[in-house]
């Protein structure tokens, strides 16, 4: 009889740790998980704060470009003609520098 409550004692003890095992097993692939979870939204985060800054930068660089456009039409608007003058003054002084060195060339 004593035999018997030392063979069913061990089986208990042995079925208890097992059990115990399979728990702890458990709560490590949880903790394992979680810590993968908390890894992949951590870089998604990462990624979408890159994203957004990219976005919001390019949209105030658009933001910026559309204001000088408007400001260069104004001016070309309102002085239509110094733009255009100035513009012909260039060419003719830089097309009289060019006679002028091939000028001095010849000579």
């Excluded at 939204?41 to 979408?48: G, V, W």
């Excluded at 890159?50 to 039409?73: A, G």
């Excluded at 070309?76 to 830089?94: A, I």
């Excluded at 520098?97 to 010849?106: D, E, H, L, P, V």
Aim: no cysteine; aromatic share 10%.
């Amino acid at each position: 009889m004593e035999n018997e409550f030392h063979e069913n004692h061990d089986e208990h003890d042995h079925t208890h740790i097992h059990v115990e095992d399979r728990y702890e097993d458990l709560k490590r692939k949880a903790k394992k998980f979680y810590n993968h979870r908390n890894m992949y939204l951590s870089l998604f985060s990462l990624f979408m704060i890159l994203v957004l800054y990219r976005r919001f930068k390019d949209i105030y660089d658009h933001v910026v470009y559309q204001e000088k456009i408007e400001q260069l039409q104004l001016e070309l608007k309102n002085g239509k003609k110094d733009v255009t003058e100035g513009s012909s003054k260039n060419v003719q002084t830089s097309a009289g520098s060019a006679t002028k060195r091939t000028s001095g060339k010849s000579e």
